[in-house]
């Protein structure tokens, strides 16, 4: 099965940027779409960014559009999610997430998504 490793949360302020990787064990040719979503205390799991591989096609939720920016790096099999200007809302644990199968739109649901890392918790402090 796919493996996906994260990295880069951590604790910033108000204003500041972070970027968190995602590194996916599946073969490129295998995966369709790699996402970004994200769980606040209490809050249900919500979509962030999504990109499909051979493409490069992203969506974004409105809430980070302008701020946020997914992207791929295809010779390691890893996607990014940028993040600037970061408001105490958008504090959560991040999860990335991986479709290897292709719908006919690019996939935002969390349903939509076999695969799933671990998470990573991004905390910004106002």
């Known amino acids: 099965q796919v493996q996906l490793v994260e990295s880069g949360g951590g604790l910033v302020q108000a204003g500041d940027s972070l970027r968190l990787s995602c590194a996916t064990s599946?073969?490129?040719?295998?995966?369709?779409?790699m996402g970004w979503f994200r769980q606040a205390p209490g809050k249900e799991r919500e979509f962030v960014a999504a990109?499909?591989?051979?493409?490069?096609?992203?969506a974004y939720a409105d809430s980070v559009k302008g701020r946020f920016t997914i992207s791929r790096e295809d010779a390691k099999n890893t996607v990014y999610l940028q993040m600037n200007s970061l408001k105490p809302e958008d504090t959560a644990v991040y999860y990335c997430?991986?479709?290897?199968?292709?719908?006919?739109?690019?996939?935002?649901?969390?349903?939509?998504?076999?695969?799933w890392g671990q998470g990573t918790q991004v905390t910004v402090s106002s």
């Open positions: 997430a991986a479709r290897t199968s292709s719908p006919v739109r690019i996939p935002t649901r969390s349903d939509d998504y076999a695969y």
């Open positions: 599946a073969r490129t040719f295998s995966t369709y779409a």
């Open positions: 990109i499909t591989w051979n493409s490069g096609n992203t």
